[in-house]
C-alpha cells in the first residue's frame, strides 16, 4: 500500500494559480502512475489528470486541458498538479491517487489515495 499525503490547497481568486503536491510512502514509487482526481461537494469524484511511471505521459481531463499541468519527481517520491487560470468551477477536494503500472482515467482503477486537499476559488 502507498501512502499518500496532499498539500498546497487553499483559497484563491479567479484566474490565479496553485501548485498542489502529493507525497508518497511505502512503496516504490516509480511502480505507479499517479492521478489527480476532485470532488465538489453533491458531485461524485472525477478525474483531473493522470501521469505515468516515467513522466512521460500526461492525460487531462478536458475541463482542465491547457490551465493544469501534472507532473512528477521521482527523486522526491512527488507528484505535483499546477493549476493556472483558476475558475469558479475548479473549486473542490482534491485527492491523489496511485495505482500500479499503467494510468488510468477512472476513478475505479486506483487503489490507493490520499485524504485530499481543499481548493477553494473565489470571484
Known amino acids: 500500500q502507498v501512502q499518500l499525503v496532499e498539500s498546497g490547497g487553499g483559497l484563491v481568486q479567479a484566474g490565479g494559480s496553485l501548485r498542489l503536491s502529493c507525497a508518497a510512502s511505502?512503496?516504490?514509487?516509480?511502480?505507479?502512475?499517479m492521478g489527480w482526481f476532485r470532488q465538489a461537494p453533491g458531485r461524485e469524484r472525477e478525474f483531473v489528470a493522470t501521469?505515468?511511471?516515467?513522466?512521460?505521459?500526461?492525460y487531462y481531463a478536458d475541463s482542465v486541458k491547457g490551465r493544469f499541468t501534472i507532473s512528477r519527481d521521482n527523486a522526491k517520491n512527488t507528484v505535483y498538479l499546477q493549476m493556472n487560470s483558476l475558475k469558479l468551477e475548479d473549486t473542490a477536494l482534491y485527492y491523489c491517487?496511485?495505482?500500479?503500472?499503467?494510468?488510468?482515467?477512472?476513478?475505479?482503477?486506483?487503489?490507493?489515495w490520499g485524504q485530499g486537499t481543499q481548493v477553494t476559488v473565489f470571484s
Open positions: 501521469i505515468s511511471r516515467s513522466g512521460e505521459g500526461t
Open positions: 491517487a496511485a495505482r500500479l503500472r499503467v494510468v488510468a482515467t477512472n476513478r475505479e482503477d486506483y487503489g490507493d
Open positions: 511505502g512503496r516504490t514509487f516509480t511502480n505507479y502512475a
